[in-house]
Protein backbone atom coordinates (compact mmCIF):
# COMPACT_ATOMS: atom_id res chain seq x y z
CA UNK A 1 0.00 0.00 0.00
CA UNK A 2 1.19 3.57 -1.11
CA UNK A 3 0.45 5.45 1.91
CA UNK A 4 2.20 8.57 0.42
CA UNK A 5 -1.15 9.18 -2.11
CA UNK A 6 -3.50 10.69 -0.05
CA UNK A 7 -7.07 8.88 -0.42
CA UNK A 8 -10.41 10.63 -1.68
CA UNK A 9 -11.65 12.08 1.30
CA UNK A 10 -8.50 13.28 2.38
CA UNK A 11 -8.01 14.71 -1.57
CA UNK A 12 -11.77 16.60 -1.32
CA UNK A 13 -10.52 18.42 2.08
CA UNK A 14 -7.20 19.29 0.86
CA UNK A 15 -8.31 23.02 1.49
CA UNK A 16 -8.19 22.44 5.15
CA UNK A 17 -4.97 20.35 5.57
CA UNK A 18 -2.18 22.25 6.91
CA UNK A 19 1.43 21.77 5.07
CA UNK A 20 3.94 19.78 7.04
CA UNK A 21 6.13 23.11 7.39
CA UNK A 22 3.13 24.56 9.36
CA UNK A 23 2.57 21.62 11.27
CA UNK A 24 6.71 21.01 12.15
CA UNK A 25 6.44 24.91 13.51
CA UNK A 26 3.64 24.08 15.19
CA UNK A 27 5.31 21.31 17.09
CA UNK A 28 8.46 23.18 17.47
CA UNK A 29 6.07 26.38 19.22
CA UNK A 30 4.89 23.90 21.09
CA UNK A 31 1.57 23.46 19.90
CA UNK A 32 -0.96 20.93 19.46
CA UNK A 33 -2.13 19.00 16.57
CA UNK A 34 -3.61 16.74 15.16
CA UNK A 35 -2.38 14.34 12.60
CA UNK A 36 -4.42 11.89 10.63
CA UNK A 37 -3.10 8.66 9.02
CA UNK A 38 -4.57 7.51 5.61
CA UNK A 39 -7.65 6.18 5.63
CA UNK A 40 -6.84 2.97 4.03
CA UNK A 41 -5.18 2.27 6.99
CA UNK A 42 -6.44 2.86 10.82
CA UNK A 43 -8.22 5.98 9.60
CA UNK A 44 -7.93 7.61 12.88
CA UNK A 45 -7.06 11.04 13.83
CA UNK A 46 -4.74 11.56 17.19
CA UNK A 47 -3.98 14.94 19.29
CA UNK A 48 -0.37 14.96 18.97
CA UNK A 49 2.23 17.30 20.83
CA UNK A 50 5.91 16.87 21.55
CA UNK A 51 6.94 15.28 24.26
CA UNK A 52 8.88 18.08 26.12
CA UNK A 53 5.87 20.51 26.03
CA UNK A 54 3.57 17.68 27.14
CA UNK A 55 2.29 19.44 30.41
CA UNK A 56 -0.50 18.86 32.70
CA UNK A 57 -2.65 21.16 30.73
CA UNK A 58 -1.86 19.29 27.62
CA UNK A 59 -2.39 15.88 28.59
CA UNK A 60 -5.95 17.00 30.22
CA UNK A 61 -6.92 18.19 27.16
CA UNK A 62 -6.48 14.97 25.82
CA UNK A 63 -8.14 12.74 27.82
CA UNK A 64 -10.95 15.35 28.49
CA UNK A 65 -11.43 16.16 24.56
CA UNK A 66 -9.43 13.10 22.91
CA UNK A 67 -11.00 10.49 24.61
CA UNK A 68 -8.16 7.82 23.26
CA UNK A 69 -5.05 6.21 24.88
CA UNK A 70 -2.71 8.56 25.71
CA UNK A 71 0.53 6.89 24.50
CA UNK A 72 4.51 8.10 24.58
CA UNK A 73 6.01 7.51 21.37
CA UNK A 74 10.01 7.18 21.65
CA UNK A 75 13.13 6.24 19.91
CA UNK A 76 14.02 2.67 19.62
CA UNK A 77 17.21 3.87 21.45
CA UNK A 78 15.29 5.73 24.24
CA UNK A 79 13.53 2.67 24.90
CA UNK A 80 16.66 0.48 25.11
CA UNK A 81 18.41 3.03 27.07
CA UNK A 82 15.31 3.05 29.58
CA UNK A 83 15.57 -0.53 29.59
CA UNK A 84 11.90 -0.83 28.67
CA UNK A 85 10.44 -4.60 27.32
CA UNK A 86 7.71 -5.23 24.80
CA UNK A 87 4.16 -5.85 26.29
CA UNK A 88 3.88 -8.84 23.63
CA UNK A 89 6.84 -10.70 23.11
CA UNK A 90 4.96 -11.96 19.24
CA UNK A 91 2.91 -8.77 17.76
CA UNK A 92 0.04 -10.02 17.02
CA UNK A 93 -2.14 -6.68 16.29
CA UNK A 94 -3.35 -5.80 13.25
CA UNK A 95 -0.88 -3.01 12.87
CA UNK A 96 2.00 -4.16 15.15
CA UNK A 97 1.61 -1.29 17.59
CA UNK A 98 4.38 -1.89 19.56
CA UNK A 99 3.69 -0.88 23.27
CA UNK A 100 6.43 -1.57 25.80
CA UNK A 101 5.40 -2.43 29.38
CA UNK A 102 3.48 0.85 30.98
CA UNK A 103 5.57 3.14 33.01
CA UNK A 104 5.41 5.79 35.85
CA UNK A 105 7.66 8.22 37.43
CA UNK A 106 9.32 6.26 40.87
CA UNK A 107 9.14 9.57 42.38
CA UNK A 108 6.87 12.40 42.96
CA UNK A 109 3.84 11.09 41.82
CA UNK A 110 0.58 10.33 43.61
CA UNK A 111 -2.06 7.42 42.08
CA UNK A 112 0.42 8.06 38.78
CA UNK A 113 -3.10 8.77 36.77
CA UNK A 114 -3.58 12.67 37.05
CA UNK A 115 -3.00 14.81 34.41
CA UNK A 116 0.21 16.05 36.30
CA UNK A 117 1.48 12.28 37.21
CA UNK A 118 1.64 11.79 33.99
CA UNK A 119 3.17 14.59 32.78
CA UNK A 120 5.62 14.09 35.72
CA UNK A 121 5.66 10.51 34.04
CA UNK A 122 6.48 11.81 30.63
CA UNK A 123 9.68 14.24 31.88
CA UNK A 124 11.30 11.39 33.66
CA UNK A 125 10.91 9.16 30.41
CA UNK A 126 12.40 11.61 28.14
CA UNK A 127 15.06 13.61 30.22
CA UNK A 128 18.51 12.90 29.25
CA UNK A 129 19.30 12.47 32.69
CA UNK A 130 16.87 9.96 33.65
CA UNK A 131 17.81 6.01 33.44
CA UNK A 132 16.06 2.65 34.06
CA UNK A 133 16.16 3.60 37.97
CA UNK A 134 14.24 6.13 37.76
CA UNK A 135 11.21 4.36 36.18
CA UNK A 136 8.79 1.87 37.78
CA UNK A 137 6.45 -0.28 36.33
CA UNK A 138 3.71 -0.77 35.22
CA UNK A 139 2.13 2.54 35.60
CA UNK A 140 -0.64 4.84 33.36
CA UNK A 141 1.70 5.83 30.74
CA UNK A 142 1.67 3.71 27.30
CA UNK A 143 5.37 4.13 25.56
CA UNK A 144 5.46 3.04 22.15
CA UNK A 145 8.52 2.03 20.33
CA UNK A 146 8.64 3.82 17.27
CA UNK A 147 10.79 1.71 14.06
CA UNK A 148 13.74 3.14 13.03
CA UNK A 149 13.14 4.81 9.70
CA UNK A 150 10.26 6.61 11.09
CA UNK A 151 7.50 6.92 8.87
CA UNK A 152 8.92 6.34 5.28
CA UNK A 153 9.04 2.63 7.43
CA UNK A 154 5.78 2.19 9.21
CA UNK A 155 2.87 4.88 8.48
CA UNK A 156 1.89 5.08 11.80
CA UNK A 157 0.54 7.56 14.73
CA UNK A 158 3.88 6.49 16.85
CA UNK A 159 6.38 6.91 14.12
CA UNK A 160 5.06 10.26 12.84
CA UNK A 161 4.77 12.10 16.02
CA UNK A 162 8.93 11.10 16.65
CA UNK A 163 9.47 12.27 12.85
CA UNK A 164 7.68 15.58 13.93
CA UNK A 165 9.65 16.38 16.98
CA UNK A 166 13.19 15.15 15.56
CA UNK A 167 12.36 17.67 12.09
CA UNK A 168 11.29 20.37 14.86
CA UNK A 169 14.93 20.13 16.61
CA UNK A 170 13.00 18.69 19.69
CA UNK A 171 13.38 15.84 21.90
CA UNK A 172 12.60 12.77 19.52
CA UNK A 173 9.48 11.69 21.32
CA UNK A 174 5.68 12.60 21.25
CA UNK A 175 2.45 12.02 22.95
CA UNK A 176 -0.55 11.12 21.41
CA UNK A 177 -4.30 10.36 21.78
CA UNK A 178 -6.67 9.36 19.47
CA UNK A 179 -10.05 11.24 19.54
CA UNK A 180 -12.97 9.89 19.75
CA UNK A 181 -16.49 11.51 19.23
CA UNK A 182 -18.94 11.94 22.15
CA UNK A 183 -20.55 8.67 21.45
CA UNK A 184 -17.43 6.11 21.43
CA UNK A 185 -16.74 5.76 18.03
CA UNK A 186 -13.68 7.04 16.26
CA UNK A 187 -13.32 10.31 14.70
CA UNK A 188 -13.16 10.54 11.02
CA UNK A 189 -11.41 12.95 8.57
CA UNK A 190 -14.61 14.60 8.14
CA UNK A 191 -15.48 14.81 11.90
CA UNK A 192 -11.86 15.87 12.67
CA UNK A 193 -12.34 18.76 10.75
CA UNK A 194 -15.17 20.21 12.83
CA UNK A 195 -12.78 19.37 16.05
CA UNK A 196 -9.95 21.02 14.71
CA UNK A 197 -12.15 24.43 14.16
CA UNK A 198 -14.00 24.00 17.18
CA UNK A 199 -10.36 23.99 19.29
CA UNK A 200 -8.19 25.86 17.09
CA UNK A 201 -6.18 23.15 15.88
CA UNK A 202 -4.21 22.33 12.76
CA UNK A 203 -4.58 19.19 11.03
CA UNK A 204 -1.68 17.27 9.18
CA UNK A 205 -1.82 14.36 7.50
CA UNK A 206 1.07 11.35 7.76
CA UNK A 207 1.03 10.79 3.43
CA UNK A 208 2.61 14.78 3.23
CA UNK A 209 4.81 13.57 6.17
CA UNK A 210 6.24 10.75 3.87
CA UNK A 211 6.02 13.00 1.18
CA UNK A 212 8.26 15.87 2.70
CA UNK A 213 10.60 13.49 4.20
CA UNK A 214 11.28 12.02 0.12
CA UNK A 215 11.68 15.61 -0.58
CA UNK A 216 14.02 16.87 2.25
CA UNK A 217 15.07 14.38 4.44
CA UNK A 218 18.93 12.93 3.89
CA UNK A 219 18.44 9.27 3.87
CA UNK A 220 22.03 8.35 3.37
CA UNK A 221 24.81 8.56 5.85
CA UNK A 222 28.54 8.21 5.25
CA UNK A 223 29.52 5.33 7.72
CA UNK A 224 33.18 5.16 6.44
CA UNK A 225 35.49 6.50 3.93
CA UNK A 226 39.24 5.57 3.10
CA UNK A 227 41.70 4.71 0.61
CA UNK A 228 42.35 1.09 -0.57
CA UNK A 229 44.54 -0.08 -3.21
CA UNK A 230 42.98 -2.93 -6.04
CA UNK A 231 44.81 -5.05 -8.42
CA UNK A 232 42.48 -3.77 -10.57
CA UNK A 233 43.03 0.07 -11.07
CA UNK A 234 45.34 0.54 -8.35
CA UNK A 235 44.13 3.33 -5.82
CA UNK A 236 40.60 4.05 -4.84
CA UNK A 237 38.45 6.19 -2.85
CA UNK A 238 36.08 4.17 -0.53
CA UNK A 239 33.38 5.29 0.59
CA UNK A 240 30.47 3.21 2.30
CA UNK A 241 26.83 4.99 2.62
CA UNK A 242 24.32 3.60 5.06
CA UNK A 243 20.20 3.70 3.52
CA UNK A 244 18.45 4.84 7.08
CA UNK A 245 15.50 3.16 5.83
CA UNK A 246 16.80 -0.35 4.22
CA UNK A 247 19.95 -0.59 6.61
CA UNK A 248 21.38 -1.59 3.13
CA UNK A 249 25.53 -0.46 2.44
CA UNK A 250 26.16 1.43 -0.70
CA UNK A 251 30.11 1.57 -1.79
CA UNK A 252 31.30 4.38 -3.66
CA UNK A 253 34.55 4.15 -5.66
CA UNK A 254 35.93 7.55 -6.99
CA UNK A 255 39.50 8.44 -9.01
CA UNK A 256 40.22 12.20 -9.17
CA UNK A 257 38.90 15.27 -7.67
CA UNK A 258 34.84 15.22 -8.12
CA UNK A 259 34.55 19.19 -6.80
CA UNK A 260 35.22 20.51 -10.09
CA UNK A 261 32.79 21.40 -12.34
CA UNK A 262 33.59 19.01 -15.15
CA UNK A 263 31.13 15.84 -16.05
CA UNK A 264 32.01 13.03 -14.08
CA UNK A 265 31.78 9.32 -15.63
CA UNK A 266 29.20 7.48 -13.70
CA UNK A 267 28.79 3.48 -13.56
CA UNK A 268 26.38 1.42 -11.04
CA UNK A 269 27.15 -2.17 -10.56
CA UNK A 270 24.33 -4.37 -8.37
CA UNK A 271 26.35 -6.82 -6.84
CA UNK A 272 25.86 -10.30 -8.19
CA UNK A 273 28.41 -12.95 -6.52
CA UNK A 274 27.31 -15.10 -8.50
CA UNK A 275 28.40 -13.34 -11.81
CA UNK A 276 31.38 -11.06 -10.27
CA UNK A 277 32.69 -14.15 -8.73
CA UNK A 278 32.01 -16.89 -10.40
CA UNK A 279 31.27 -16.24 -14.12
CA UNK A 280 27.94 -17.48 -14.03
CA UNK A 281 25.28 -15.71 -15.88
CA UNK A 282 24.63 -13.95 -18.86
CA UNK A 283 27.39 -11.39 -18.41
CA UNK A 284 31.08 -11.94 -19.29
CA UNK A 285 33.13 -13.15 -15.65
CA UNK A 286 35.31 -10.22 -16.53
CA UNK A 287 33.05 -7.81 -16.68
CA UNK A 288 33.43 -5.77 -12.88
CA UNK A 289 37.42 -6.10 -13.47
CA UNK A 290 37.48 -4.54 -16.60
CA UNK A 291 35.05 -1.56 -15.86
CA UNK A 292 37.33 -1.06 -12.93
CA UNK A 293 40.22 -0.98 -15.59
CA UNK A 294 38.38 1.29 -17.70
CA UNK A 295 37.21 3.76 -15.15
CA UNK A 296 40.93 3.70 -14.31
CA UNK A 297 42.27 4.75 -17.89
CA UNK A 298 39.72 7.42 -18.10
CA UNK A 299 41.41 9.22 -15.09
CA UNK A 300 44.71 8.37 -16.46
CA UNK A 301 44.11 10.51 -19.46
Known sequence: MNFE?????????????????????????????????????ENEGDLVIAAEFADAKAINFMATHGRGLICLPMTSERIDHLGLPMMAVNNSSRHETAFTVSIEAREGVSTGISAADRALTIGTAIS????????????????????????????????????????????????????MKEDGTMARLPDLVAFAKQHGLRIGTISDLIAYRHKHDNLLVEREARTVTSAYGGD?????????????????????DLSTSEPVLVRTHAINALEDILGLGPSPADELPREFFATHCVECH
Open 5 to 41: TPGPVEEGLAAVIAPIEEIIAEAKAGGMFILVDHEDR
Open 236 to 256: WRMRIFGDEITGTDHVVLSKG
Open 128 to 179: TQSGPQDIATPGHVFPLRARDGGVLVRAGHTEAAVDIARLAGLNPAGVICEI
